[in-house]
């Protein structure tokens, strides 16, 4: 059985017209749970991405990226940045920690 033929077997606990927010990293998993997603019909899909600001160059283009993949599609799409080595600083936390913050927050 193929990944999206799995999907459609799953029991959603939310409906495909109803707002669904998708964190998307660029990464090929998140991109690929985000094109499933559309492929299923989930029209109210929300393409959420956090920018780190760790990689400079490599981050915006990864934030470029999720921002035309969901243009293309038709998402909505939302985009936060956070300096996560400042707030590692601030915090006394190590980056992973601070990242881990940022994004649930």
Same mark, same amino acid.
């Given at each position: ?6 999907? *459609?077997?799953?029991?959603?606990? +939310?409906? $495909? %017209? #109803?707002?669904?927010?998708? !964190?998307?990293? &660029? =990464? ?6 985000? %094109?499933?997603l559309v492929?299923? =019909?989930?029209? @109210?899909?929300?393409? &959420?991405?956090?920018?780190? !600001?760790?990689? &400079?160059? #490599?981050?915006? /283009?990864? #934030? $470029?990226?999720? *921002?035309?993949? /969901? %243009?293309?599609? &038709?998402? /909505? +799409? ?7 080595a400042e707030? $590692?600083?601030?915090? @006394?936390?190590?980056? #992973?920690? $601070? @990242? *881990?913050?940022? *994004?649930?927050?």
């Amino acid at each position: 059985m193929d990944l999206l033929a799995a999907m *459609r077997e799953w029991n959603w606990p +939310f409906s $495909a %017209e #109803e707002p669904v927010l998708a !964190g998307v990293s &660029g =990464g090929v998993d998140s991109m690929v749970l985000a %094109e499933c997603l559309v492929r299923l =019909g989930f029209s @109210g899909l929300v393409v &959420g991405h956090l920018n780190h !600001g760790l990689r &400079g160059a #490599e981050a915006d /283009a990864d #934030e $470029a990226l999720v *921002r035309r993949w /969901a %243009e293309k599609t &038709g998402c /909505a +799409f939302e985009v936060s940045r956070v300096d996560v080595a400042e707030c $590692a600083t601030n915090d @006394g936390c190590s980056i #992973e920690t $601070a @990242g *881990r913050l940022a *994004r649930r927050e």
